[in-house]
Structure formats: structure tokens, C-alpha cells
């Protein structure tokens, strides 16, 4: 999750699964709302340092959460 957050995980190592136990992280330890912003937030900023901002689906990402 620290890689996650400061943008430095590898892309090869954000695979589906590690997408979605990214998500469910943030449920543990956040209520949903806070969760949502959180890994919206991470999510985008992660994109962003790939060069793959465009990625980012808002009305997936909640809905999945």
C-alpha cells in the first residue's frame, strides 16, 4: 500500500488482484466514504504516473466499492 500511495509500485505489480486488494484495503480501514475518496484519490494519482490518466472510470470505481 505504501508503494501504491507514493505512485512507486511497479506497474507489472498492480495487476487485478492487486487492484482489488488495494480496494478492499481501504474498506478495512476507512469508512465507505472515506474509502471511496482515499482510493479514488491513490487510484488517480497512480494512473497519472503511469501516463494513464484516461484509465481512471469514475462509475467503476465506485461501483466496485
Known amino acids: 500500500m505504501r508503494a501504491f500511495e507514493a505512485c512507486t509500485l511497479p506497474k507489472a505489480q498492480f495487476t487485478h488482484a492487486a487492484h ?4 478492499w484495503w481501504y474498506l478495512q480501514h476507512y469508512p ?3 474509502a ?3 482510493f ?3 487510484l488517480q494519482a497512480y494512473a497519472a504516473s503511469l ?3 484516461g484509465k481512471y ?5 465506485i461501483a466496485w466499492l
Do not use: K
Open 20 to 23: 482489488v486488494r488495494a480496494a
Open 32 to 34: 465507505l466514504g472515506d
Open 36 to 38: 471511496i475518496d482515499r
Open 40 to 42: 479514488r484519490a491513490t
Open 51 to 53: 501516463g494513464a490518466s
Open 57 to 61: 472510470h469514475e462509475t467503476i470505481t
